[in-house]
């Protein structure tokens, strides 16, 4: 029964009532989420709608079919504009690639495009399953292969199976020619957006020599301090904190926003570009960083939430329940793919 009555035009489409789980919009049945979700009937009739204190979200609401409101299509922007703000929450998915081909051969790589081995390529694909339940919205890679392919291969995985679309932001005729024009096409697809200032630093006269040669000719120490300090950059090359310049005023120019605005990140790139980004976001100090070591596939998540960074580790795996404990939204939203695809 009706207990809340709703009768609101929104173009040519009407919600009359939200009794019990469904209401009408048209000729259409939708089923109701919860208390502040928003109301979206196609991107013509999109909008905010309450009744009472009751605030609905319906999504598609095509022709002769039923639409579903769905949670996972957005859900780091479940709430009303004044939740959202209130909640200020998003995910943030960090993932090194998987194994290149010159991590095999251990020689450095920098920013030499390297594809990755068969190893690695199943190193994404498990990455993805580790992350599989955790929404995604915006998709970072750096300009090289071996992080583009991984970032592709761990969405393969996602429960929500999403369409990863590159945009094409180079230019404003690219901008243009790649403009998707379908509303429901922008909703099942996940934008990625490739920048050059994620890729791995620059080791200079370094790149394509072998690791352990090196240090056996220059010695351990120096090769690790070229390596892993702070300041000291390799001949030629950048040192950490010059990958750094460019890498975190990324992040915070562009990432950064994303996340502000209730949406969730993931970013594939480098040891050396994410290990500068973990710095920035565990605030490690220039001693710190030295020890830091990223493997090659494994997901880290952070939880943004009233403008900090909160490090909640590495998701498991698929299997494992942990990952839903992070946050209650991640719970509820973990609840609500369950109960749609079921
Ligand atoms: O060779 C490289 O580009 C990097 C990452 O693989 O090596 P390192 O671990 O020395 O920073």
Not at 65 to 70: G, L, R
Not at 203 to 229: I, M
Request: glycine share 6%; charged share 25%; hydrophobic share 35%.
């Amino acid at each position: 029964m009706a207990n809340t009555m709703l009768h609101q035009t929104v173009g040519t489409l009407q919600l009359l009532s939200d009794s019990g789980t469904h209401c009408k919009v048209g000729n259409n049945s939708v089923r109701l989420l919860p208390k502040g979700f928003k109301v979206e009937v196609g991107f013509s009739e999109r909008g905010t709608y309450s009744s009472g204190q009751r605030k609905f979200r319906v999504i598609q609401a095509s022709a002769s079919q039923t639409s579903v409101a769905d949670p996972v299509l957005s859900p780091s922007n479940n709430g009303t504009h004044e939740s959202r703000k209130k909640s200020n929450e998003a995910a943030l998915i960090l993932i090194r690639h998987g194994e290149s081909l010159w991590n095999e051969k251990n020689l450095f790589t920098g920013c030499v495009d390297v594809p990755l081995t068969k190893k690695g390529v199943e190193e994404a694909i498990e990455a993805g399953k580790r992350i599989s339940n955790i929404p995604v919205d915006m998709i970072y890679t750096s300009a090289l292969i071996r992080a583009q392919m991984t970032a592709m291969l761990a969405m393969t995985q996602h429960r929500r199976k999403k369409v990863p679309i590159i945009m094409h932001d180079e230019s404003e005729q690219a901008r243009a020619w790649s403009q998707i024009y379908s509303e429901d096409t922008i909703k099942q697809s996940i934008p990625v957006i490739a920048a050059w200032q994620l890729n791995e630093r620059m080791y200079g006269e370094l790149q394509g020599l072998n690791k352990q040669e090196t240090a056996d000719r220059f010695g351990k120490e120096k090769v690790h301090e070229w390596r892993r300090s702070y300041d000291i950059p390799p001949p030629n090359g950048e040192s950490l904190e010059m990958c750094a310049q460019r890498a975190v005023a990324y992040f915070k120019d562009n990432i950064e926003p994303q996340l502000l605005s209730g949406k969730n990140v993931m970013i594939a790139a480098h040891g050396n570009s994410l290990r500068s980004i973990i710095m920035y976001l565990d605030k490690l100090t220039s001693q710190e960083v030295i020890s830091l070591e990223l493997s090659t596939g494994i997901p880290m998540l952070y939880i943004f939430k009233e403008g900090k960074f909160i490090r909640r580790g590495s998701p498991v795996a698929p299997t494992e329940a942990g990952v839903y404990a992070y946050t209650r939204r991640l719970a509820q939203y973990r609840q609500k793919l369950d109960e749609m695809l079921h």
